[in-house]
C-alpha cells in the first residue's frame, strides 16, 4: 500500500468517544451550500422558458434568431468548463467555504448583465458569467457538504445535491410559466444571494482546517456542526458533481423541442419533464446503495435506447403524415376514441420524453458522478475530477450547441435515432467495463484495477 493509499483509510481524529453525533446545524450547513446547486440547475433550465421568449421580444429589446438561441442556451455549458477548472484551484486554496462564497458573485453579476441586457452580447455574457458560476458549484458545494456530514447522513445530505439541481431547473420551468425572461432572470439572483448570506454563518469544513493546521478551529466547527467535539471517523472519498451532459440538450430546449411537436403549452409540458425528473431523482438517491450502481445504469441506458427511439418514430410519422399539426392541450382529459389520430402521436411525443428523462435520472444523471469519486484514488483524485468535470462541461457544450443543427441537418427524428446509438453504447459499456462498487472499500476498488 502506498503512503497514499494508506492516507486514505487512516483517521483524521480519533472520537473519543462512541455515541453518534446529534447536531442539527450539519443540516442548515447543508443546506446553505445545495443553494449552489440550486442555483446551478435554475441557469441550467433558464434557457428553456427565455429562449422562445427571446424569440418573441420587440425592439428594441434584444431578439433571438436561431444562431443565436443556440448560442445562448449552450454558451453556459462553455463558462462552467471554465468553472470546473476555477473551482479545483479555489477548493485547495482558498477553501470550500470561501469558493462557494465567490461563486455567488458571477451567479447574481451575470443574472443582473441578463436582466439589464440590451443586445444579444450582453445575454450571452451574462450566460457566461452564470456557466462560470455553475463550474464552480457543481465541484465544491459537493465537496463542502461531504466533509461536513457524520458518517449516518453523508449518503442523505450527498444525494441531495443532484436534487437540489433538478430542483432548480423545475423551479426555472414553473417561474417561466408566468415570468418573461427579464423578470425571471431577476428570480435566479435569489438563490445564491441566499447562499452568500447563510454561507456567512457557517464554518470552514473540519477537514480543511485540519490540513491547514488549524486544529482548535476544526474542532470547533465539528461543535457547530455535530453538537460535540468527536472527530471525523474517516477522511471522506470524493465528492458527487452532478451535471446533466446527457440530457443537457433536452433540458435546455425542452420547450422548442415540445414547440416542434406542435404542442399547444410547451411550457406546462417542460414543467411535466422538470417534476418526473425530480421524483425519479429521488427514487434514485433511495435504492441506489440497495439495487447497486451497474444493474441502475443498464436499467437507465435500455429506458433511454426505448423512449429516444419512440421520439424518432413520433417526428418520422409526423413528418411522412398528412397533417403536420399534432395539437394537444396538456390539461385536457384523453378521449378513448380521439376524433385525430395525430392526438396519440403527439401523447407519444410527450411520453417519450418524460420516460427518457424518468430513466436518465434514476442511472446516468446520479451515478456517474458518483462512481467517479469511487474508483480515483485519493492521490490522483484532485486532477482526475478536475480532467472529468472539464471533460463533462466541454463535450455538454458540443451537445448543447450543436443540437439545433442536429435537428436540421438529420432532422428531428435522425437527432434523436443517434441519441439512441449512444444510448446502446452506453449499455453495452457497462455491461462489460464498469465493475460493481456496491458495498465495496477503497482498497478493495483499487485492487480491483490494479488486477491485485
Known amino acids: 500500500m502506498t503512503p497514499e493509499d494508506a492516507e486514505e483509510t487512516q483517521p483524521l481524529l480519533r472520537p473519543p468517544g462512541g455515541s453518534a453525533p446529534r447536531g442539527r446545524r450539519v443540516f442548515l450547513a447543508a443546506f446553505a451550500a ?9 441557469a441550467l433550465g433558464y434557457s428553456s422558458p427565455a429562449i422562445p421568449s427571446l424569440r418573441r421580444s ?28 476555477l473551482g479545483g484551484w479555489l477548493l485547495d486554496r482558498a477553501g470550500r467555504k470561501l469558493s462557494l462564497l ?30 462560470l458560476a455553475c463550474g464552480v458549484a457543481s465541484l465544491v458545494a459537493p465537496v463542502y457538504i461531504s466533509e461536513i456530514a457524520y458518517p449516518a447522513v453523508r449518503g ?60 482548535q478551529e476544526a474542532m470547533a466547527a465539528l461543535r457547530f456542526l455535530w453538537g460535540s467535539d468527536q472527530g471525523l471517523e474517516e477522511p471522506p472519498v470524493g465528492a458527487e458533481h452532478p451535471q446533466l451532459s446527457g440530457v443537457n440538450a433536452v433540458m435546455f430546449y425542452a420547450e422548442t423541442i415540445f414547440e416542434e411537436a406542435k404542442f399547444k403549452d410547451s411550457s406546462l409540458a417542460s414543467i411535466t419533464v422538470g417534476v418526473i425528473q425530480v421524483l425519479f431523482t429521488a427514487v434514485a438517491a433511495l435504492i441506489m446503495d440497495k439495487a447497486g450502481r ?23 410519422l409526423t413528418q411522412d403524415g398528412s397533417s403536420n399539426s399534432s395539437h394537444v392541450d396538456l390539461l385536457a382529459p384523453i378521449s378513448v376514441e380521439p376524433a385525430d389520430a395525430s392526438v396519440g402521436l403527439a401523447w407519444l411525443a410527450v411520453g417519450s420524453m418524460c420516460l427518457f428523462i424518468a430513466g436518465f435520472a434514476v442511472g446516468w444523471g446520479p451515478i456517474p458522478w458518483l462512481l467517479m469519486s469511487e474508483i480515483f484514488p485519493l492521490h490522483v483524485k484532485g486532477v482526475a475530477t478536475g480532467v472529468c468535470v472539464l471533460t463533462n462541461w466541454l463535450m455538454a457544450f458540443l451537445v448543447t450547441k450543436e443540437f439545433s443543427s442536429l435537428m436540421e441537418a438529420l432532422r428531428p427524428y ?34 480491483h484495477f490494479e488486477g491485485r
Open 294 to 316: 451497474r444493474l441502475l445504469l443498464t436499467l437507465s441506458g435500455v429506458v433511454m435506447v426505448f423512449s429516444t427511439s419512440a421520439f424518432a418514430t413520433y417526428f418520422k
Open 156 to 215: 442523505l445530505l450527498g444525494s441531495c445535491v443532484q436534487l437540489m439541481v433538478v430542483i432548480g431547473i423545475l423551479l426555472a420551468y414553473l417561474a417561466g410559466w408566468v415570468l418573461e425572461w427579464r423578470w425571471l432572470a431577476v428570480l435566479g439572483c435569489v438563490p445564491p444571494s441566499l447562499m452568500l448570506l447563510l454561507m456567512c454563518c457557517m464554518p470552514e469544513t473540519p477537514r480543511f482546517l485540519l490540513t491547514q493546521h488549524k486544529r
Open 58 to 85: 420587440a425592439p428594441p429589446a434584444p431578439r433571438l434568431d436561431d444562431s443565436a438561441a443556440s448560442w445562448f442556451g449552450a454558451i453556459v455549458t462553455l463558462g462552467a468548463a471554465a468553472g470546473g477548472v
Open 102 to 131: 465567490l461563486c455567488a458573485v458571477p451567479f447574481v453579476t451575470g443574472f443582473a448583465v441578463i436582466t439589464a441586457a440590451q443586445n444579444v452580447w450582453m445575454l450571452l455574457g451574462g450566460r457566461l458569467l452564470t456557466g
Open 34 to 42: 445545495a443553494l449552489g446547486p440550486l442555483s446551478f440547475g435554475f
Open 414 to 447: 435522425g437527432a434523436f435515432w443517434l441519441a439512441s446509438a449512444f444510448c446502446i453504447f452506453s449499455v453495452l459499456f457497462t455491461l462489460f467495463c464498469v465493475p460493481e462498487t456496491k458495498g465495496k472499500t477503497l482498497e478493495e476498488i483499487t485492487a
